[in-house]
Every structure is written in structure tokens, then in C-alpha cells.
């Protein structure tokens, strides 16, 4: 893919991350972790190795900029969410091929990686550092369970309608 069309992407799919992160306050922005999932999975499939990390890094530095009390955290974990979705995509070889993608494959990796980001945030703001205005709850194992189960869900979700969506219609795009 020729480096401007990788740059067009990553800034189209991170502006996506951007918004989703700006016009929607923190807790609520949790919850839309299913958008993100979509796009990082598009990105790794459009652009290839780097794809998710890249909008990752982008949208989660522009979403910092928006949210500058929290933008470490915010930067920190859009950034890793990018590169799990990557290694994740790599391990699970989700790779697109002529006929598309293995829609098992990809559902496994966004589920394991939006399970993993969505513990590891709850994990590092509820229980580390007691962030009270992010997470007014406190840290049970039934919350925790809930947190691996809604964010997996999500994944499964984001990996079935990047699948449906790269096979049904965006395969066949020329890049």
C-alpha cells in the first residue's frame, strides 16, 4: 500500500476514534469501546501489519489533546488497545486474504483483545489508582467479571461486523 493512502486511512479511522472519544463523556465512552474494536479492525485489515497500532497511537494522541486531565491514561490505552488488536491479528493469523477474511479468526482477536484492554483500564483506574471521578464504584470481582464479559461481547460484536463488513463490501476496494 503506497504511504499516502496508509496515511489517508489511519487519519480517517483515527479522526472515527477522536470523535467517539471527544463528544462522549468517560464513563459513557467505555461503552462505545465497540466502535473503536470496528475501526482498530479495519485498520488492521486495510493497512495491514501496523494498520491498528498507528490509529491507535493518532486517535489515542488526539483524544489525549481533547481530554488533558486524563490524556495520559487515554493516550496510553488507545495506543496499547491499537497494538494489541495488531499482535492479536497476527497471532490468530487474521490476515485478509483474495477471499477475504476468516471471520472466526477475527472475532477471536477483537474478543480477546477488547477483553484484555477493557480489564486492564477498569484494572489501572479502579484498583490502582482509585481515580473516584472515572470509576465511582469499587473494585469487586463481580464488577471485574462484568467488565471481561461486556468488553468481550464487544469484541465479538466488533470482530463479526468487521468480518461481514470487509467481506461483503470492502474486499474489493482498490488500495
Do not use: C
Not at 465497540?34 to 483524544?63: I, M
Not at 491514561?73 to 477471499?99: H, M
Amino acid at each position: 500500500m503506497h504511504k499516502a493512502k496508509r496515511l489517508f486511512i489511519t487519519a480517517l479511522f483515527s479522526s472515527i476514534v477522536f470523535v467517539t472519544n471527544f463528544f462522549v463523556p468517560p464513563p459513557i465512552s467505555s461503552l462505545l469501546i465497540v466502535v473503536q474494536a470496528v475501526v482498530l479492525a479495519l485498520a488492521a485489515l486495510f493497512v495491514g501489519k501496523a494498520g491498528a497500532t498507528y490509529v491507535g497511537f493518532v486517535g489515542g494522541f488526539l483524544s489525549a489533546l481533547s481530554r488533558p486531565t486524563f490524556g495520559p491514561f487515554t493516550f496510553a490505552f488507545t495506543f496499547f488497545f491499537g497494538f494489541l488488536v495488531d499482535a492479536l491479528f497476527l497471532v490468530f493469523q487474521a490476515a485478509p486474504t483474495e477471499k477475504g477474511v476468516n471471520r472466526n479468526r477475527v472475532i477471536l482477536a477483537m474478543a480477546a483483545s477488547t477483553a484484555i484492554i477493557g480489564f486492564l483500564s477498569y484494572y489501572m483506574i479502579a484498583v490502582i489508582l482509585k481515580i473516584p471521578e472515572l470509576t465511582p464504584l469499587e473494585y469487586t470481582p463481580m464488577m471485574s467479571a462484568l467488565v471481561i464479559f461486556v468488553a468481550t461481547g464487544s469484541g465479538i460484536s466488533a470482530g463479526y461486523a468487521a468480518a461481514y463488513l470487509w467481506n461483503k463490501y470492502l474486499k474489493s476496494i482498490p488500495l
